[in-house]
């Protein structure tokens, strides 16, 4: 029996590292860049290991109960209809252990929810085949879509070899560029059909539906650049409508504010320099 014990726990130990492990080689779950990313990463592994406390006990003691029982060992079988007992407690235990998981995933689940109290607003909005960004509070629009390079190579009989271009399809002309460690409320909406706004290290997704606002937030811990998808089939470039989040210390993003505000003042100052030209 103490061979057996010490068996399955090599066995548990061995699933928890694995499961570490893997993170690596992108088998698990992202760990994120957002408190939500990592709610749900230490959420997933606490059912992993549950999950896996559970097999190893049961087929243990199920294994063991085979190979020490049987009857070329003189075992007779048991002969009896229903034990009441037992029948209570594989019930009652597998309600307890449900009920343990879903209060701290009914807390995170509130807590993907609340987009309360946020620090900036930016209203995302999914075409065939790019991303819009409209940054509510200083009026600040892009429109992101697949770099050139990729757009070139992924091109039929183009010759180009696609393992030559860094990023390849996961590259944009426009990135957005968001502030850290602050609280930013996404408004997600679509123009033509349903899209999805998903970057995993963020932890969540939301699709973008035509005549309807889904809100999300976020708040980055963690200075780097994010890549991510659209993830909902939306018409024959799908696979061509990547996301690419730039995040930038607060003072850093006060800064691309300031450049963008600029350049594109003086887009619209040429613009009206071009109209009046042409009517004179």
Same mark, same amino acid.
């Given at each position: ?214 809100? =999300?937030?976020?708040?980055? !811990?963690? %200075?780097?650049?994010?890549? /991510? $998808?659209?993830?909902?089939?939306? *018409? ?10 730039? =995040?930038?210390?607060?003072? !850093?993003? %006060?800064?691309?504010?300031? /450049? $963008?505000?600029?350049?594109?003042? *003086? ?10 030209? =042409?009517?004179?």
């Amino acid at each position: 029996m103490n061979r057996v014990i010490s068996l399955v726990s090599v066995a548990i130990v061995g699933l928890m590292l694995a499961g570490v492990a893997s993170a690596d080689y992108q088998l698990n779950m992202t760990q994120g860049v957002t408190p939500f990313a990592a709610e749900a990463y230490k959420q997933h592994m606490i059912a992993f290991i549950v999950c896996c406390v559970i097999g190893t006990l049961v087929f243990g003691v199920m294994f063991y109960s085979m190979f020490m029982h049987r009857r070329s060992r003189g075992y007779e079988a048991a002969q009896f209809s229903h034990s009441t007992k037992a029948e209570v407690l594989w019930t009652v235990i597998p309600v307890l252990i449900l009920i343990g998981m879903a209060i701290p995933a009914t807390k995170a689940l509130i807590l993907m929810e609340d987009t309360g109290e946020s620090d900036m607003i930016v209203k995302i909005t999914g075409y065939q085949w790019m991303w819009g960004y409209e940054y509510v509070d200083n009026g600040i629009k892009i429109y992101s879509k697949l770099d050139s390079d990729s757009n070139r190579v992924r091109q039929t009989g183009s010759g180009l070899d696609p393992r030559e271009i860094e990023n390849y399809l996961l590259n944009v002309d426009n990135p957005i560029v968001l502030p850290t460690n602050t609280k930013i409320r996404f408004l997600i909406t679509a123009d033509d059909v349903i899209h999805s706004w998903w970057v995993p290290e963020f932890g969540w997704k939301r699709d973008a539906v035509p005549g309807f606002i889904n809100e =999300a937030w976020v708040l980055i !811990e963690e %200075e780097g650049v994010y890549r /991510g $998808q659209c993830a909902e089939l939306c *018409g024959k470039d799908h696979g061509f409508m990547p996301i690419v989040v730039i =995040a930038k210390s607060p003072q !850093e993003y %006060e800064q691309w504010v300031l /450049g $963008q505000l600029l350049t594109q003042d *003086g887009a619209v100052d040429d613009t009206d320099q071009a109209t009046e030209e =042409a009517k004179s």
